[in-house]
């Protein structure tokens, strides 16, 4: 049984077929690395496989159940989370808030209108115990606004590792860091356990390829190469995709 | 020192019959009170919600309208308030519904027309609003036995409803559901992400504005003994939404400030000038251009900037001047 | 049998005019992303302008021509100086919309006072001409036809012109459109002035039909609101088929359900918004 798998699956926008018949199956505790040039539609299949887009056709599975129709905001219930290229979090409130809302989203507390939120100690100590597995627990008083764009990178992690998924989805997390703040992100993905499954966008080659186990490489929508580290860098195609045609 | 501020503040405001000059300035206080309540209530979707509205002054006359209705039928006081606050929830539904269809400026324009919709109600069904002419209403309630008639009796009733209401907001704010509205506001995508139902909060932080938009219209009617359409012109909507924006959105003492603000620009221009509409426009494009964040935030600002200032340590982070906008 | 003829003919006209008005209000909303809440202002103005010009002793088209030209230049001293600065605001940009039509509101009423004034029909296009052995009131007849003119020419103007072009790129997709080299921002300016000019022109043109007074840009404006939500925004096609849609179902309203001839007007609206949220000829938002 796969972790997340992926048939078939489709995705057009006007004329441009920017998911094409895509397939993908990945094994529990894998790391699994999808590259490709820009264009290529990898953070689109991350919006597809998330439910943030509609697919035209194909089925996204996750430990064998079929969530194709399942709307968006259920997957994270069925443990699927995702984190985000360009930094999505909530700018106005502290390192210790923005996590916290993140474990609310699976708690039946969300739509209770009558407790205090901060006294909500067992949500708020658990909060602090992610912020402390991505390092910031030091920091979890600060308003987001005044941390530096690396640590703003692990908060956009720990906000996904704080709902336990199954499958965890990271769109570019070493973008834009400098050789430190990647070196401390790597640190932390490879100290991710194995019951969970690490599906990663990356650019950046050194690190991703240090990281990854299997390799799909997506071109214009498809999957043009697959295979693990060793096969698809000696791969004739991965050489002509990246060094122009 | 927050708890001793907030007990002064109690004092003053019960003992206004006493202090102010005469019952116009009580009747005004009353006004600002009950018009505060309708602008925590527009505040829950502008500020709170990020959802701007400019057909509040709708659900605020249909609460009026249909407790002027539901008392010259005959009925008590208890089921004018059930009355109106039940026709107000459903109205709410339903320009909820229909104004989430829009995204953004979408939904400004669907709320401008729903709140025109109720107008034109208003002004042409004349046989159930009676039109231009309006609808009075004869006495006040008398909960307990106590008499409203007088203008200080009013007022601590009316005191007493805005208590209830800042508290049930304080609470609301405080609130994961208040969170998840705030979430909603600031990154709907990702909350969607994190298992919210970004639509059904939106949908009920929408009834939740619409109750003490009701709350405030029924209390208008009981204070002014008479409703018309004018109450839900477009005029009036933009009141609303300049009393919210003008205080400060997303902070609670905001609409507050900006209630009163309002509320006494508009009594003391309009002693002094015919023209009422031609400031209130020009307030609003004033604000807007230049404050953008409201008095509240911008005064807030500016104190601690300024205490910042003054303390000979210099550990004190400076706020960047040109804030985050209440958007 | 004659009073459908005649109800038609009013919706027909109504209609003609509610085109100029919401081309106007239409393209702004869908190149600026700003629903002008002065619109109905700019109408208003437009007819009151005319009124002085022509008690000034200037004829009637010359009138409406100039009008329009001032308040074109009001809206786009507006669009410069106040919206330019709230670029990317939205929504501040429609309050500052809203605050000035309480301005020009109250502008227009200590100027010309409270009192509804009566524009004449000019007189060449007076009394009633027979057509297909029907008698219709001429001018109605004219401004049927100043409307189709105009939805040729602004149709003609955005599918043939380079000026055209731009506006359709702004609005497909205003970030490549700069990209590409538009002056997105002096784009803004002409199309605003553009639809203020149109707004006003149609003000003037309706003066002998709807006269003018105070409250006309608080009845205009919903109507053109109502055309854009059931037309879509952005598209010409679409305002001209809101707008007879429109100048339908307010004048069989009025006549035949006067009471509830507002629920009438805007239930199609609704229906609409609940079924096709981006209107009947708008494109899908992805």
């Known amino acids: 049984m796969s972790a997340l798998a992926v048939r078939g699956l489709e995705k057009r926008f006007g004329g441009l077929r920017v998911t094409a018949a895509v397939d993908l199956a990945v094994e529990p505790g894998e790391r699994r690395l999808i590259i490709g040039p820009n264009g290529a539609g990898k953070t689109t299949l991350f919006n597809l496989i998330i439910g943030e887009l509609r697919p035209d056709g194909g089925s996204i599975t996750l430990f064998d159940r079929d969530i194709t129709r399942v709307p968006s905001r259920r997957r994270i219930?069925?443990?699927?989370?995702?984190?985000?290229?360009?930094?999505?979090?909530?700018?106005?409130?502290?390192?210790?808030?923005?996590?916290?809302?993140?474990?609310?989203?699976?708690?039946?507390l969300r739509w209770n209108p009558f407790v205090r939120l901060a006294r909500q100690e067992a949500?708020?100590?658990?909060?602090?115990?992610?912020?402390?597995?991505?390092?910031?627990?030091?920091?979890?008083?600060?308003?987001?606004?005044?941390?530096?764009?690396?640590?703003?990178?692990?908060?956009?992690?720990?906000?996904?590792?704080?709902?336990?998924?199954?499958?965890?989805?990271?769109?570019?997390?070493?973008?834009?860091?400098?050789?430190?703040?990647?070196?401390?992100?790597?640190?932390?993905?490879?100290?991710?356990?194995?019951?969970?499954?690490?599906?990663?966008?990356?650019?950046?080659?050194?690190?991703?390829?240090?990281?990854?186990?299997?390799?799909?490489?997506?071109?214009?929508?498809?999957?043009?190469?697959?295979?693990?580290?060793?096969?698809?860098?000696?791969?004739?195609?991965?050489?002509?995709?990246?060094?122009?045609? | 020192m927050k708890r001793l501020a907030l007990a002064a503040a109690l004092v003053i405001l019960?003992?206004?019959?006493?202090?102010?000059?005469?019952?116009?300035?009580?009747?005004?206080?009353?006004?600002?009170?009950?018009?505060?309540?309708?602008?925590l209530g527009v505040n829950v979707l502008v500020g709170y919600a990020g959802l701007a509205s400019l057909g509040h002054a709708g659900l605020f006359g249909i609460a009026a309208y249909a407790g002027a209705r539901v008392m010259n039928d005959g009925h008590g006081h208890v089921a004018v308030a059930a009355g109106a606050l039940a026709v107000t929830l459903v109205a709410s539904a339903a320009f909820?519904?229909?104004?989430?269809?829009?995204?953004?400026?979408?939904?400004?324009?669907?709320?401008?027309?729903?709140?025109?919709?109720?107008?034109?109600?208003?002004?042409?069904?004349?046989?159930?609003?009676?039109?231009d002419n309006g609808i009075s209403i004869k006495g006040r309630p008398s909960p307990l036995g106590l008499s409203l008639a007088s203008p200080a009796a009013f007022y601590w009733a009316t005191l007493a409803v805005f208590l209830v209401a800042v508290a049930s907001m304080a609470i609301f704010v405080a609130s994961p559901f208040g969170a998840s509205v705030r979430g909603t506001r600031d990154q709907p995508r990702r909350m969607n992400a994190l298992g919210y139902h970004?639509?059904?909060?939106?949908?009920?932080?929408?009834?939740?504005?619409?109750?003490?938009?009701?709350?405030?219209?029924?209390?208008?009617?009981?204070?002014?003994?008479?409703?018309?359409?004018?109450?839900?012109?477009?005029?009036?909507?933009?009141?609303?939404?300049?009393?919210?924006?003008?205080?400060?959105?997303?902070?609670?003492?905001?609409?507050?400030?900006?209630?009163?603000?309002?509320?006494?620009?508009?009594?003391?221009?309009?002693?002094?000038?015919?023209?009422?509409?031609?400031?209130?426009?020009?307030?609003?494009v004033a604000i807007v251009v230049f404050m953008p964040e409201g008095l509240v935030p911008g005064t807030v600002r500016l104190a601690r900037w300024a205490m910042a200032a003054w303390r000979p340590r210099a550990a004190a982070p400076v706020p960047a001047p040109g804030g985050e906008g209440g958007r | 049998m004659s009073l459908w003829l005649v109800l038609a003919v009013n919706s027909i006209t109504l209609g003609g005019l509610l085109f100029l008005l919401s081309a106007g209000f239409s393209?702004?909303?869908?190149?600026?992303?700003?629903?002008?809440?002065?619109?109905?202002?700019?109408?208003?103005?437009?007819?009151?302008?005319?009124?002085?010009?022509?008690?000034?002793?200037?004829?009637?088209?010359?009138?409406?021509?100039?009008?329009?030209?001032?308040?074109?230049?009001?809206?786009?001293?507006?669009?410069?100086?106040?919206?330019?600065?709230?670029?990317?605001?939205?929504?501040?940009?429609?309050?500052?919309?809203?605050?000035?039509?309480?301005?020009?509101?109250?502008?227009?009423?200590?100027?010309?006072?409270?009192?509804?004034?009566q524009v004449d029909t000019p007189r060449a296009l007076r009394g009633s001409t027979s057509m297909l052995g029907v008698v219709f009131p001429t001018y109605r007849l004219a401004i049927s036809l100043i409307a189709v003119i105009f939805?040729?020419?602004?149709?003609?103007?955005?599918?043939?012109?380079?000026?055209?072009?731009?506006?359709?790129?702004?609005?497909?997709?205003?970030?490549?459109?700069r990209v590409v080299g538009i002056r997105v921002s002096r784009l803004f300016t002409i199309v605003f002035s553009l639809g203020a000019w149109l707004a006003g022109f149609a003000g003037v043109i309706g003066g002998p039909i709807l006269s003018v007074y105070p409250g006309l840009d608080q009845e205009m404006l919903p109507l053109a609101l109502v055309v854009v939500i059931l037309g879509g925004s952005g598209n010409l096609l679409g305002s001209l088929v809101g707008s007879f849609l429109v100048g339908f179902l307010y004048n069989f309203g009025q006549a035949m359900l006067p009471e509830l001839a507002y629920v009438v007007l805007f239930l199609p609206m609704l229906i609409v918004l609940v079924l096709r949220p981006q209107g009947l000829f708008g494109r899908q938002a992805a």
């Not at chain 1, 030091?138 to 703003?152: D, F, I, K, V």
């Not at chain 1, 693990?228 to 002509?240: I, L, N, Q, S, Y």
């Not at chain 3, 955005?158 to 609005?171: D, F, H």
């Open chain 2, 96 to 131: 909820a519904v229909l104004a989430l269809r829009g995204t953004g400026l979408g939904f400004v324009m669907i709320t401008v027309a729903l709140g025109q919709i109720v107008w034109g109600v208003a002004y042409r069904w004349i046989s159930i609003t009676n039109g």
């Open chain 3, 151 to 177: 939805a040729a020419a602004l149709w003609a103007l955005l599918e043939r012109t380079r000026l055209g072009a731009m506006i359709r790129a702004g609005v497909d997709d205003p970030a490549m459109a």
């Open chain 2, 198 to 284: 970004v639509w059904m909060i939106r949908f009920l932080a929408f009834l939740l504005s619409g109750f003490w938009s009701g709350v405030a219209g029924l209390l208008y009617l009981y204070y002014n003994q008479f409703v018309s359409p004018q109450v839900v012109a477009l005029t009036a909507s933009a009141e609303a939404l300049l009393m919210v924006i003008s205080g400060g959105t997303a902070t609670l003492l905001g609409p507050i400030v900006g209630s009163a603000l309002v509320i006494v620009m508009k009594n003391v221009v309009s002693a002094y000038i015919e023209r009422w509409n031609f400031v209130l426009g020009a307030i609003f």
């Open chain 1, 123 to 245: 949500l708020v100590a658990r909060a602090r115990e992610t912020l402390a597995r991505v390092a910031l627990d030091h920091l979890a008083e600060r308003p987001l606004a005044q941390t530096s764009y690396g640590e703003r990178r692990r908060v956009e992690i720990a906000m996904a590792l704080a709902q336990n998924p199954r499958v965890l989805l990271l769109d570019e997390p070493f973008a834009g860091l400098s050789v430190d703040e990647r070196r401390d992100v790597l640190r932390l993905v490879t100290s991710i356990p194995r019951d969970v499954t690490i599906v990663m966008i990356e650019h950046d080659m050194d690190v991703a390829l240090d990281f990854a186990e299997r390799i799909t490489v997506l071109h214009f929508g498809q999957v043009v190469v697959e295979g693990d580290r060793g096969e698809v860098v000696a791969h004739p195609r991965t050489k002509e995709i990246y060094l122009g045609e």
């Open chain 3, 27 to 117: 393209l702004i909303f869908g190149l600026m992303k700003i629903p002008n809440l002065t619109h109905g202002s700019f109408f208003m103005l437009g007819a009151y302008f005319a009124v002085s010009l022509i008690r000034w002793g200037l004829d009637f088209w010359t009138a409406a021509v100039v009008s329009g030209l001032a308040v074109a230049a009001f809206g786009g001293i507006v669009e410069r100086v106040i919206l330019r600065r709230l670029a990317g605001a939205e929504l501040a940009q429609v309050l500052v919309t809203l605050g000035l039509s309480f301005m020009v509101a109250d502008v227009c009423l200590m100027v010309w006072t409270g009192d509804p004034i």
């Open chain 1, 77 to 108: 219930h069925l443990g699927i989370a995702r984190t985000y290229q360009i930094i999505t979090l909530f700018q106005g409130e502290t390192l210790l808030r923005n996590v916290t809302l993140s474990l609310l989203g699976l708690s039946r």
């Open chain 2, 14 to 39: 019960a003992a206004v019959p006493l202090w102010v000059g005469g019952t116009y300035y009580v009747n005004i206080a009353s006004q600002i009170l009950l018009f505060a309540i309708f602008a």
